[in-house]
């Protein structure tokens, strides 16, 4: 999992692996000196990099290398198919938390979707991951990832889980709940943008009986998150348990370097679409100051 990013003059990065076999990981989050363009995508630094050609539409044709805190890859990135545009047309707020009004939703003043927000779920990737000190080529073929572009503001304040849930019936759920706790683990806002594969999309509301299960303390930064996610999402006779593997998805800086901490794993479990069984695999992300 990379997460790169160009911020405030600095290039920032989440980097994670984990094993499946052995359920071992190793990663870190940074803040590195490094240089971004304005005019197309093109930032670049020591630990990593994130190109497309001047001239293109710096999505169909991205190249990204990384080489840190044991997480190596160098790989060309091909979107297929139909695109996923988050909230259903890419454009995404997040409400400020200001004073008592922890659901600030005053449009005179925060404009609608000023940050942009849409990924591609059918992803194929061409290049190698070094895992462990061995080197490990992609089978473009079988390959299957998901890339996601972001930019303008998207602050947010309360922490959050968000998950992307492949099912075993092709449908893409990509859900975001801000501002959960321990004890009271469902917060708002909360949506789930539905992806099918015939790119029809659907925005519903996540349920208030959503919430964190299994909460544990990091012994690293002391703070909380949780194990496993009850979704629940009733406008489509749907619910889903999320489990996350490998326990312990906390990424920070290494000694000696600037970073955050944030916890970012895979996941996978069961459920229901409208009142049919289905499997699923894939990420959850918990940004936690509880």
Do not use: C
Not at 82 to 87: C, F, Q, V, W
Not at 117 to 132: M, R
């Amino acid at each position: 999992m990379l997460a790169p990013n160009f911020f405030r003059g600095e290039t920032t990065g989440i980097f994670r692996v984990e094993d499946l076999q052995n359920f071992s990981s190793t990663g870190a989050t940074a803040f590195a000196p490094g240089t971004g363009s304005t005019e197309f995508l093109n930032f670049r630094s020591e630990i990593q990099n994130l190109t497309s050609p001047r001239g293109g539409d710096n999505f169909t044709d991205v190249h990204i290398s990384a080489d840190y805190a044991g997480v190596k890859m160098d790989v060309q990135m091909t979107p297929m198919g139909k695109n996923l545009y988050i909230g259903g047309a890419g454009g995404v707020t997040i409400s400020p938390k200001n004073g008592g009004n922890s659901n600030q939703n005053d449009y005179r003043t925060l404009v609608p979707g000023y940050s942009w927000y849409w990924g591609n779920p059918t992803l194929k990737l061409e290049g190698a991951i070094t895992v462990g000190g061995e080197k490990l080529v992609i089978d473009s073929d079988q390959s299957r990832g998901y890339f996601e572009r972001q930019w303008g503001e998207f602050g947010i304040a309360g922490g959050h889980y968000g998950y992307w849930l492949y099912l075993s019936n092709g449908i893409l759920i990509h859900g975001w709940v801000v501002g959960p706790t321990v004890e009271k683990p469902f917060g708002i806002p909360a949506w789930a943008t539905i992806w099918h594969p015939n790119g029809i999309h659907e925005v519903l509301e996540v349920d208030n009986t959503t919430k964190g299960l299994n909460p544990w303390t990091s012994e690293y930064s002391g703070n909380n998150y949780f194990q496993d996610v009850e979704l629940n999402l009733s406008q489509r006779n749907a619910s889903f348990n999320i489990h996350q593997v490998i326990k312990n998805g906390e990424v920070g800086p290494l000694p000696g370097t600037e970073g955050y901490n944030i916890s970012e794993a895979y996941a996978q479990g069961d459920g229901v679409w409208e009142n049919e069984h289905v499997t699923f695999y894939g990420h959850l992300e918990q940004l936690s100051y509880w």
